[in-house]
């Protein structure tokens, strides 16, 4: 109870081969359109498309690409059906229009997200997509002939293109995967595997792709078992004449697959170390060298970029996209499916069993994290030294080097992507610390100092950080006192009640849900580690919490973070030897002042529940069985 699945994160979609080129379509000129303005253009672009005339139908595709950056004009365009008119033009005979097309309907999936995915889907995209793979790998490959240079160069950026809208649509849509499957895409896509052929762009983005088609398919997978050892001498392989970021994009993608493959591979153990030495040596390059030389880089104007700057600030971020891609792979490795430990809520009349608080308790306190982690991995884990790795990159950017890169369009989205390996970073961690044993995690006192740098850093000042960031932080927060507590780490004792005030204080206002629940489950494991210090501060730092939690209880709209905040409870009053302090709390009457509302809640939205259907089912029922079994405990007293 009090738990949540930890969810396998899809693999990270980045544009391989760095940033997106900037298109003249500005994005105030659409917004400057009426709705009549926008639709008139659109059907103008879409009489350019159909056009006899190829000058006319490419500047129709450009220009609809252009559009389709703005969101909601690519999910216009999406339901609009421009499957049915551009997708037969992916199977055009004239190389520019198949890139063309390609490059337009892969913008339109990538802006227009789920919704643009489905209509794409529906008017049957895959049908021509499949076919433009299919005539690649029956008699293309790339030309080096100085006369066919122009035309090799188009056709290699047409299939790149071609490549990516598989890859976008399969990473968020299941048809696109089913499609996949039975088209037996992937022995199309591993012809392409040979980097002396195709180069190093071509591969990554074939394994890029492959990475989302072969995530938890095993349909794919199984194919992919024939390339085992091909993936594994590309592993391997020292990749010269490219560029740093361009050899760890690649190896990082193949490290994924692999992952993607363990189970189907007999020594996985052995496949396992190497990633991890993989991942390792990505997640060693330190950040701030490079973000120093983006404020070097980076000019305080616009579209003053030189050729060689551009090219420099595309192999930082393609670094900072792979560390990102390292993090989600290592998450993934320590990623354990829970079932749910109930899927309906238990009705008024089985509340009634007088039992003890023994029964009561199937909670956070109790469950002791069990490391399924082998001790193959574990050994690696330590000889890589992954955690630190991990937590370095949990650092934020300095803020001298904010206020450089604020000054700059290029410079803010490399600040977004920092502060999205941040948020990794805390959620790999998370992982990490549920997973693996204290002792692998450096100990009491190592986890203990992170958990204060933590909240040390966050609670300063929380405006300065998105939801984002905060749910990943307080979840690594909440992992590491949940340990701490398993492993009854009596450390608390220099914290004050000052200490605390700012997670009090955020667990009031925060407006996410899934924020204020981490701070009720790590104060309610702070309590509980506080139960053992029977000081005068600790007591007062536990009533403080305690009353914070019915405070919840009781101003709170969210049943399921009601549910949490009464779980809390329970767990820190289990023991029979907090009947004292339960008493002079006068929990009790607190408890009943606030009960009746949460079964209350819990019939009206019983069948709006969802998710978290398990733990309000069993804190509804605990929940009385608690107060009795109080109830008796403290007449004695």
Known sequence: ???????????????????????????????????????????????????????????????????????????????????????PLLVDQNVLIRSGSASALRCIAENGKNEAHASLLKDDIMTPLCSLLKQYYADWQPKFDEKEKGKAIDEKEAFIQAVILLWTLCEHNEHAVKCSNEEDLVSILTKFFDITTYGIKIVTIIV????????????????????????????????????????????????????????????????????????????????????????????????????????????????????KQALEILANLCSEDQEDENNSVTDDSDYEADEGVDDVCMDDKLYKTICSVPLEIVEAFNSCNIIKKVWNKTRAVDKDTVEILQQNVEGVAVLKQMQELNCRAYLCLNNLITSLEIDTLGGIETLYRMWMDIGTVIFKDTSSYSIEL????????????????????????????????????????????????????????????????????????????????????????????????????????????????????????????????????????????????????????????????????????
């Open 1 to 87: 109870m009090g738990k949540q699945k930890r969810q396998r994160r899809k693999p990270h979609k980045e544009h391989p081969t760095g940033l997106p080129s900037v298109k003249d379509f500005a994005a105030e000129e659409i917004e400057g359109l009426t709705n009549e303005d926008r639709e008139k253009a659109l059907q103008s672009v879409y009489e350019e498309i159909q056009s006899a005339d190829v000058k006319e139908k490419l500047s129709g595709l450009e220009t609809l690409e252009s559009m389709s950056y703005d969101s909601t004009l690519a999910i216009q365009i999406a339901k609009n059906g421009i499957a049915k008119i551009i997708g």
């Open 208 to 323: 890029q792709c492959l990475l989302s088609l072969s995530e938890d398919n095993s349909v794919a997978i199984k194919k992919l078992k024939v390339c085992e050892d091909t993936l594994i001498q590309l592993l391997n392989l020292e990749i010269n004449d490219v560029s740093i970021s361009e050899a760890v994009c690649l190896k990082t993608a193949i490290s994924g697959l692999l992952i993607n493959m363990t189970n189907y591979i007999e020594d996985n153990h052995s496949i396992v170390c190497k990633v991890m030495n993989v991942l390792s040596d990505v997640l060693s390059i330190d950040c701030e060298p490079l973000l120093s030389s983006l404020t070097l880089i980076l000019p305080h104007e616009k579209n003053t970029f030189s050729s060689n700057a551009r090219k420099k600030v595309q192999e930082n971020r393609r670094i900072f996209s792979t560390q």
């Open 470 to 637: 905060l749910e990943s932080a307080t979840s690594t927060m909440r992992a590491a006192i949940q340990k701490l507590s398993e492993e009854k780490a009596n450390i608390f004792n220099r914290l004050t009640l000052s200490d605390i005030a700012p997670i009090l204080s955020e667990g009031r206002r925060c407006p996410n849900t899934n924020v204020r629940v981490n701070l009720i489950r790590i104060l309610g494991n702070l309590a509980l580690i506080l139960m053992n210090n029977d000081t005068p501060e600790a007591q007062e730092i536990i009533k403080h919490i305690s009353l914070f939690l019915l405070e919840t209880c009781r101003l709170e709209s969210e049943v399921w973070v009601v549910a949490e905040s009464l779980d809390a409870i329970m767990d820190i009053y289990a023991e029979d030897d907090s009947d004292q302090l339960a008493s002079e709390f006068k929990l009790l009457e607190k408890l009943q002042g606030v009960v009746p509302h949460f079964k209350n809640k819990v019939r009206q939205e019983r069948k709006t529940l969802g998710d978290n259907v398990a733990v309000v089912s069993t804190v509804n029922t605990n929940i009385t069985r608690f107060i009795k079994y109080k109830e008796k405990r403290m007449k004695d007293l």
